[in-house]
């Protein structure tokens, strides 16, 4: 009646084991550590920069526990472990001099962080230590302004390009183009020339409003277009700043948007809040432009390309990085390593007339990124255009199928679609952090040890059962937080305090349960199998109830709402299985191996009809 099979006695083992083994890294804790990542989009880490970074900490006497290198989608980053915060700093300084030998101008972000100090092998299956949220961490917090203006000039800059091919397809000469303010002007010789263009225009844009304004052209966009170029916007920002806060090796950074046209980061556990500040406010854009071939030209800019050389490049932007959909690495015809570019189809037709008119002509892309508070350009690809394309087209030239691949890799990262501004910043220093952990982790256990004493004293065996299975439940908690990579706040906290009251009071419904039917005169086997029979329907509904709540908070709510409902939700489902599961095979295995037994240690019960308890067991 009372005995599990063993198959069910190996899943507690199995489970309470994983469980173990994924709470062990908050053991081991963090120690300091450097992390060395791109400080440019055109300057690639590599696991091949391992043996530099030994060289030069071998040289200056620095001990490190280990070197550590992570491949993220575009990129690498390195982190080196130190014994304590003064060799990490002494670390930082000597790495951050050998790599950067312009302090104006860096190649590499040289970052304090911190680091899991637990063994490699619990590393390389996945346990790590449970993400802290910036309450308990520490760290930083922006929050940014999204320039919509700047989103609506560049798209107004990709479309002047379009009018103008539109009226060429069209065979309508004679035109000037001027942008003014957030509308393009197009002046006509005639009005009836207006009016033919305004109904191309018409024809092919539905997202334009054209006023012919005696022989003048003011267009811009409607309304609904107008919305849908600033929420994309909004969005490619937030997609592009978690490229960026990647780059600092943050385990759970928040990236989210606040209102119209601002969005939030908070980095936990970022120390160098300088470097957080300059990778977070980095721009970067694309551009595709001609080269300007004409030495004596005044109407030119100068850019320097990766290899050093400079490049003088027109003025006019033929494309923005808005028209690039896709690039991949791959090769042409002649098996030569190729990068396959995309356009949208507005984009398509640009590129095709101008490439029609500028054969065997030099063009290059340039991207231009934000470094000391200064944009700049850096021409990333120059090459010479072969033939009249469209949509799609190949860039060959690149030595090596790498190089061809980290091209491939900037076109598609894209750049920020508007220009950000950091309005608020709040650093939450480490110390404070530590406090919160510390207060946050006494609460917890004076809570379990009061309700330990108390369950044990009032429930005598069954009570010492009970306290087991809460412990276990907070190991499968704080296991399962770490194997979705969940992020632990303060209000998580609250959330493991909830439910750890919530298990227990399933423990205390059983328990009464059984206590009930042994008033009943039951035996006390029969009365173990209806307490834990009985009472699993009423646990069932109470943990259900429970978890709908927990899932709205979940679905609709945001920061600190969420981070308690992620640990609320999964909380309810440990305790299922520790208060009910679990609890019942550790009263099977103590009890259910007797043949016959006269009584078991509830504690007192007391029986409706006398006014005395009978004798606990």
């Known amino acids: 009646m009372n005995r599990y099979p063993l198959w069910k006695y190996l899943i507690m083992i199995v489970v309470t084991a994983a469980g173990l083994l994924y709470t062990l890294p908050n053991i081991f804790g963090e120690g300091p550590a450097v992390q060395i990542s791109s400080a440019r989009s055109t300057v690639k880490v590599t696991a091949d920069l391992e043996p530099k970074i030994a060289e030069i900490l071998a040289a200056q006497n620095i001990a490190n526990q280990g070197i550590y290198f992570t491949q993220a989608a575009n990129n690498g980053s390195f982190r080196i472990r130190f014994a304590d915060v003064d060799t990490q700093l002494k670390a930082k300084e000597v790495l951050n001099s050998a790599f950067n030998t312009n302090p104006q101008d860096p190649s590499y972000t040289v970052a304090l962080n911190l680091m899991s100090k637990s063994p490699d092998w619990l590393t390389a299956i996945g346990a790590r230590p449970t993400s802290l949220g910036l309450d308990l961490r520490g760290g930083v917090h922006f929050l940014m302004q999204v320039d919509l203006n700047g989103a609506v000039q560049k798209r107004l800059d990709s479309l002047q390009n379009e009018l103008s091919s539109t009226l060429k397809d069209s065979k309508i000469t004679g035109a000037q183009i001027s942008k003014n303010g957030e509308r393009i002007d197009i002046t006509f010789d005639a009005p009836a020339t207006a009016s033919l263009a305004r109904d191309e225009i018409l024809k092919k844009r539905t997202d334009l409003a054209v006023i012919n304004n005696a022989g003048t052209l003011n267009i811009s966009l409607t309304p609904e277009e107008l919305i849908k170029v600033k929420t994309n916007a909004v969005q490619q920002n937030i997609t592009t700043l978690h490229n960026r806060v990647n780059a600092l090796g943050v385990a759970e950074p928040l990236v989210q948007q606040q209102g119209i046209d601002r969005i939030i980061v908070e980095l936990p556990g970022v120390q160098d809040t300088a470097i957080a500040k300059e990778i977070i406010g980095r721009?970067?854009?694309?551009?595709?432009?001609?080269?300007?071939?004409?030495?004596?030209?005044?109407?030119?800019?100068?850019?320097?390309?990766?290899?050093?050389?400079?490049?003088?490049?027109?003025?006019?932007?033929i494309l923005t990085g808005d028209a690039i959909i896709d690039a991949q690495s791959g090769r042409d015809q002649n098996g030569r390593s190729s990068v396959d570019v995309?356009?949208?189809?507005?984009?398509?037709?640009?590129?095709?007339?101008?490439?029609?008119?500028?054969?065997?002509?030099?063009?290059?892309?340039?991207?231009?990124?934000?470094?000391?508070g200064k944009e700049v350009g850096e021409a990333i690809s120059v090459a010479t255009i072969q033939g009249e394309f469209g949509d799609t087209f190949a860039i060959t030239g690149n030595s090596s199928a790498e190089e061809n691949n980290n091209l491939a890799l900037l076109l598609k990262a894209g750049a920020l679609a508007a220009p950000m501004d950091?309005?608020?910043?709040?650093?939450?220093?480490?110390?404070?952090?530590?406090?919160?952990?510390?207060?946050?982790?006494?609460?917890?256990?004076?809570?379990?040890?009061?309700?330990?004493?108390?369950?044990?004293?009032?429930?005598?065996?069954?009570?010492?059962?009970?306290?087991?299975?809460?412990a276990v439940n907070l190991l499968l908690l704080v296991g399962l937080l770490t194997v979705f990579r969940a992020t632990l706040t303060l209000p998580g906290i609250a959330a493991i305090a909830l439910t750890l009251g919530m298990a227990i009071d399933s423990n205390v419904l059983i328990n009464e349960r059984i206590r009930e039917e042994l008033r009943h005169g039951e035996s006390p086997q029969r009365a173990i199998h209806l307490g834990y029979e009985r009472a699993f329907a009423t646990i069932l509904d109470s943990n259900i109830t429970t978890l709908i709540a927990g899932l709205a908070l979940l679905i609709f709510g945001s920061g600190p709402i969420r981070g308690f409902a992620v640990v609320h939700c999964l909380g309810i489902l440990t305790s299922m299985f520790s208060a009910v599961f679990f609890s019942r095979g550790l009263a099977n295995f103590w009890y259910g191996r007797r043949q016959r037994l006269s009584s078991i240690s509830i504690g007192q019960i007391w029986r409706g009809?006398?006014?005395?308890?009978?004798?606990?067991a």
């Open 283 to 317: 721009t970067a854009t694309l551009q595709i432009r001609l080269v300007e071939t004409n030495a004596a030209a005044f109407d030119k800019e100068t850019f320097k390309e990766q290899n050093g050389a400079s490049v003088d490049l027109k003025r006019q932007v």
């Open 342 to 372: 995309r356009l949208n189809d507005a984009g398509g037709k640009i590129m095709r007339e101008v490439t029609r008119e500028n054969l065997k002509k030099p063009m290059a892309i340039v991207l231009f990124e934000k470094r000391n």
């Open 422 to 470: 950091i309005i608020e910043e709040r650093t939450i220093g480490p110390s404070q952090g530590a406090d919160n952990i510390e207060k946050g982790f006494k609460s917890l256990v004076y809570g379990f040890c009061a309700v330990a004493v108390f369950m044990i004293l009032y429930y005598r065996v069954f009570g010492v059962i009970s306290v087991v299975s809460l």
């Open 609 to 616: 009809d006398s006014t005395k308890p009978n004798t606990p």
